[in-house]
């Protein structure tokens, strides 16, 4: 072997790694950032679940348990009422996860020895519905310990959306909006810089065509593709998983194109940015997959997160789309009580347009 020839691809290596700086520092910066995301963003545990009271005694015994609630780490009481109609309401748009309801004979209860209280729960993310439970059970059980070991209280709890508490109604879709972010994106951030690395540019800056026309000329055939993808994807979920589809399959179809059009200017501006096909298929990947998977609600609830990356996941677009979908699939709901949602996807779309027009103009591709 000679170790000069091997000295010289070595270098030729090293002088192109040095000559494409945005491949080294995605080469480099990727496992602080993996270690950084999944460190912080993964917790399996219960941290300030919102909760509503629903409190139809006024007594000792129930000021005391709600106080215990109340001070625990794994729940925040965001809601104290004496309307079961507004807690429903407020579980629905998601605003709680779970309310506790005690009944109005709930101290006599206590004293004859047969408490019963009721733990209604949104069950559209069974997992974390199984962990309210535990730990509500974990919680009065400590209570009653305090107190001397009285007898048992009985918690009936309902899940609502998701009576069976089946894990797999919740993550269908969550993988519908992760696997149309990825080939949304991929399927654009790949088209400009394809004709960028081809030269097709320099030809088209000889006709009347504007940076407006192309853009939307590129996007309208992966618009339909990916509308193509989405149907196949909510036939399967339906079909064959079995996931209800409560709601408006037309407005689902509308929002899903909305977060279809927000993914694919994403991988426009990628692809224009990147100006090859190599570079811009890696740095799609990074900024949909990971962000979808760890930062959207997807696996693991947005509101166990680090404070910083709570704010850092209202610029993730599937966060947006998976609190809609999961509302209309599992819920029911109309996006008119989810319309922040949906206003900050077009907001979105809207910055994504306006970066990709602005940084096509900067580099002179079209006038």
């Given amino acids: 072997m000679n170790m000069q020839h091997v000295r010289a691809i070595a270098r030729k290596e090293v002088w192109h790694l040095l000559r494409d700086p945005r491949s080294l520092a995605l080469i480099l910066l990727m496992p602080s950032m993996l270690l950084f995301l999944f460190g912080y963003a993964i917790r399996l545990d219960l941290y300030e679940a919102p909760i509503a009271i629903v409190q139809e005694s006024r007594d000792a015994a129930t000021e005391d348990l709600i106080a215990q609630f109340d001070a625990s780490r794994a ?22 996860w779970a309310a506790l309801i005690f009944p109005p004979d709930y101290a006599r209860q206590l004293a004859r020895g047969e408490a019963r209280i009721q733990w209604l729960l949104d069950g559209v993310d069974a997992n974390t519905a199984r962990l309210l439970r535990n730990y509500a059970l974990v919680l009065v059980n400590d209570d009653l310990l305090r107190q001397g070991g009285q007898p048992p209280i009985r918690i009936e709890d309902r899940t609502w959306f998701n009576e069976t508490k089946e894990s797999q109604l919740a993550i269908i879709p969550g993988v519908i909006a992760m696997v149309m972010a990825v080939v949304g994106a991929m399927m654009t951030s790949l088209t400009i810089a394809r004709e960028m690395e081809q030269g097709n540019l320099v030809m088209l800056r000889t006709t009347p065509l504007t940076r407006r026309e192309f853009l939307l000329g590129k996007l309208l055939p992966y618009l339909l593709v990916g509308l193509l993808d989405l149907a196949i994807a909510i036939a399967v979920a339906v ?108 907001l979105i779309a809207l910055v994504f347009l306006q970066l990709t027009l602005a940084k096509s103009k900067k580099l002179g591709l079209l006038p």
Avoid: C, H
């Avoid at 179809?253 to 694919?264: E, G, N, Q, R």
């Fill in 239 to 346: 079909w064959v998983f079995g996931v209800p589809l409560r709601g408006s399959l037309p407005v689902l179809l509308l929002l899903s194109m909305l977060f279809l059009l927000v993914v694919m200017l994403q991988g426009a501006l990628i692809s224009i940015n990147a100006g090859n096909q190599l570079l811009a298929s890696q740095m799609a990947m990074v900024s949909t997959f990971l962000p979808a998977f760890l930062l959207s609600g997807f696996i693991f609830a947005i509101e166990n997160m680090p404070t910083v990356l709570q704010y850092l996941t209202l610029i993730v677009p599937a966060r947006y789309y998976i609190t809609l979908s999961r509302a209309i699939f599992l819920k029911g709901i109309t996006p008119l009580l989810l319309w922040t949602q949906a206003l900050a996807l077009l």
């Fill in 75 to 96: 729940f925040r009481v965001v809601l104290r009422s004496n309307d079961r109609r507004e807690v429903a309401t407020a579980l629905q748009r998601g605003e709680i």
